[in-house]
C-alpha cells in the first residue's frame, strides 16, 4: 500500500527553483507531523524540513536554511517543500515522511509512513 506520493521533482539548472508535493489518499496529514528527507549517491538519508500539525516548530536543516520553504495545504491534504536557489549538493531522492508524534523530531526512525521518493538533479 502506498500511504504517501511525491511529486515535483525533476532536472533544474543551479540557482533555480522546484516545488515538491506530498499528497496521501489514506491519510489525514493535518494530523501528523511531515517530514522531508533527502538521500544522496553514496550519502546516509537526512532530514531536510519538517511541519507540524499546528505548523508551529517548524524545522530546516542548516544546509536549507533561508532557500526552502515547507508548508502544508489541509484542504488538499498536501504538504509542500518550496526549494529556490538550488545548488548542485541539493541532488538526491526527496522522501516525505508521516509522523504521528504532534512535533518534528527529524528523525527518520521515528517516522511512521514513507513515501517512495522523487529525484531532483541540479545541474547546468
Not at 32 to 57: H, L, M, T
Request: glycine share 8%.
Amino acid at each position: 500500500q502506498v500511504w504517501l506520493v511525491e511529486s515535483g521533482g525533476g532536472l533544474v539548472q543551479p540557482g533555480g527553483s522546484l516545488r515538491l508535493s506530498c499528497a496521501s489518499s489514506d491519510l489525514n496529514l493535518d494530523t501528523y507531523s511531515v517530514s522531508w528527507f533527502r538521500q544522496a549517491p553514496g550519502k546516509e538519508r537526512e532530514g531536510v524540513s519538517c511541519i507540524p500539525p499546528d505548523v508551529r516548530g517548524t524545522t530546516y536543516a542548516d544546509s536549507v536554511k533561508g532557500r526552502f520553504a515547507i508548508s502544508r495545504d489541509n484542504a488538499e491534504n498536501t504538504v509542500y517543500l518550496q526549494m529556490n536557489s538550488l545548488k548542485p549538493e541539493d541532488t538526491a531522492v526527496y522522501f516525505c515522511a508521516a509522523d504521528r508524534a504532534h512535533y518534528c523530531s527529524n528523525d527518520a526512525s521515528h517516522m511512521d509512513y514513507w513515501g517512495k521518493g522523487t529525484l531532483v538533479t541540479v545541474s547546468s
